[in-house]
């Protein structure tokens, strides 16, 4: 089905055309109808699947289609929908997608995140802004100051909302719904279901009194892409560094995205890579914004080839077509490595997802295959015999914690 059969303008169209884009994804072929007719939706979709074009789309078809009908009205600091996404890198690329998908329109958006100064957003907020994408803590500062109002908002989004429970931010929602008008239309988007992500759709529910909102869920479990090639190597943890600048050189990566647990670990592993003649970059909670967007632009351009990443750092980052993640550090959390491989072959192009393993990761490996219900494929490099060998998982394990 092409986008043309979705009941968008041809404004818009025009963008996606643009852009590329041939047909609607599977989560954009469901949302796009729902959110059109004016309903709550909460939707489960992974990064990758594009749910951002699923609820912009929509929500700029009903802005643009009341602007012609009305005129702009529009006043001073006032916002007409909220993206709330937990990162401010999200928040950028949200805002980036919005730009790129309205570009024929005359609607506006802006970003707000923290970490930069927030003079420029006020003055942007003067004049009042059709879709604002925000994290939420600089939403709420903005709101304190008065530097902007909510009473004529229609449309709430929440972006990544398992995210922004992982990340602390349930308090701040609420702070925010509470502020909003009661009449609006709500939109949740998350990678899994959590019952604390329940309890914020539920909370959603409450602000209508006539229709409930619509489930939709494109990944009923979240599961990997098919295009993702996985594999691990067992490695004892003194030989990770090596064993990466080997497998970099060895195979000739293009481009890597490597996770690792720690901020000084990150900047450490740089510096080693750097010892064997490979010029890799790290991005971290303690960069600054500026730095952190600088590492990004030559991370994504293609002028920077190995990223090095903290998982709080790296998520929300839309790199686009990228070939390969590497764990340098398993997560602890199963959806935490759903989530991150989820980062290669998006959207139909494919990529490969690499993990190190050591000894002490047994029981988070045997979480994440036990979730994926699968055993990941494993390689030996020639060069690299472990001294502390990783049993094989067992795949129905759950933790003590959960039990
Ligand atoms: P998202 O899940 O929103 O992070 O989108 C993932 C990637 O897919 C982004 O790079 C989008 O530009 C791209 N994308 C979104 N929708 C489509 C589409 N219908 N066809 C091709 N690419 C798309």
């Known amino acids: 089905m092409p986008f043309l059969n979705l009941g968008l303008c041809n404004s818009i169209l025009q963008a996606i055309d643009d852009l590329g884009y041939t047909a609607p994804t599977p989560i954009q072929k469901q949302a796009i109808p729902i959110i059109l007719s004016g309903k709550d939706l909460i939707a489960t979709a992974q990064t990758g699947t594009g749910k951002t074009a699923a609820f912009v789309l929509p929500i700029l078809e009903t802005f643009n289609l009341e602007s012609f009908n ?73 709101a304190h ?5 909510f009473d ?58 006539s229709s409930p909102a619509v489930e939709i869920s494109t990944s009923p479990k979240a599961t990997t892409a098919p295009t993702i090639n996985q594999w691990l190597i067992t490695v004892d943890k003194d030989t990770k560094s090596a064993l990466l600048s080997h497998l970099i050189n060895e195979q000739q990566w293009d481009q890597a995205l490597i996770f690792i647990e720690k901020k000084h670990g990150a900047a450490k592993l740089v510096a080693q890579l750097a010892k ?66 989820g980062r290669t072959g998006r959207a139909g192009a494919t990529g490969e997802a690499i993990s190190f393993v050591a000894m002490g990761d047994f029981k988070n490996l045997c979480a994440i295959e036990s979730r994926l219900n699968h055993i990941i494929d494993r390689k030996e490099i020639e060069g690299f015999p472990v001294r502390k060998v990783v049993p094989v998982s067992i795949l129905n394990y759950v933790r003590k914690s959960e039990r």
């Open 145 to 149: 100051q008065r530097a902007l109002h």
């Open 276 to 341: 064997r003649g490979i010029q890799a970059d790290a991005i971290h909670g303690d960069k600054s914004q500026a730095m952190r967007e600088k590492i990004l632009a030559d991370f994504t351009s293609g002028k920077l080839k190995y990223l090095v990443a903290t998982g709080v750092a790296a998520r929300g980052l839309d790199i686009g077509e990228l070939s390969r993640v590497v764990n340098y550090d398993l997560p602890f959390k199963p959806e935490e490595y759903i989530h991150r491989i």
């Open 152 to 209: 004529e908002l229609e449309v709430l989004v929440l972006d990544e909302a398992d995210r922004m429970v992982d990340m602390g931010f349930v308090d701040d929602i609420y702070k925010i719904i509470d502020r909003l008008p009661k009449a609006r239309q709500n939109l949740l988007f998350s990678a899994t279901m959590t019952d604390d992500v329940r309890a914020i759709a539920f909370e959603f529910s409450d602000s209508k009194t």
């Open 70 to 142: 009305k005129g702009r009205t529009l006043r001073g600091k006032r916002i007409r929908a909220l993206i709330l996404t937990p990162t401010r890198e999200l928040a950028v690329q949200v805002a980036a997608s919005v730009a790129a998908y309205s570009k024929h329109l005359n609607l506006s958006s802006l970003a707000v995140y923290g970490g930069v100064d927030s003079e420029a957003q006020k003055q942007r907020l003067i004049e009042g802004v059709d879709i604002l994408v925000a994290t939420p803590g600089r939403l709420l500062d903005l």
